[in-house]
């Protein structure tokens, strides 16, 4: 599946090695939602319970899609 930046929430940033993540705060999520509203994601699901999802590009994001709130 795949998503554009404008329709998805950040919540945090995978660290490149994969062995950490960062809390996104909201001025970095308004600047996401900003400055990459042209970006599209490709989308795995990561929970079902919680819909959250991995959207993967150039640097990949634990995300909820907006429309699921």
Do not use: C, P, W
Not at 18 to 38: A, F, P, R, V
Not at 44 to 53: D, P
């Amino acid at each position: 599946m795949k998503a554009n930046a404008k329709d998805l929430i950040f919540i945090s940033n995978i660290m490149r090695d994969g062995k950490n993540i960062l809390m996104i705060d909201k001025e970095l999520q308004e600047h996401l939602e900003k400055d990459t509203i042209d970006i599209s994601y490709d989308l795995t699901m990561l929970s079902m319970t919680y819909k959250t999802y991995i959207a993967s590009g150039f640097n990949s994001y634990v995300v909820k899609l907006k429309s699921n709130l």
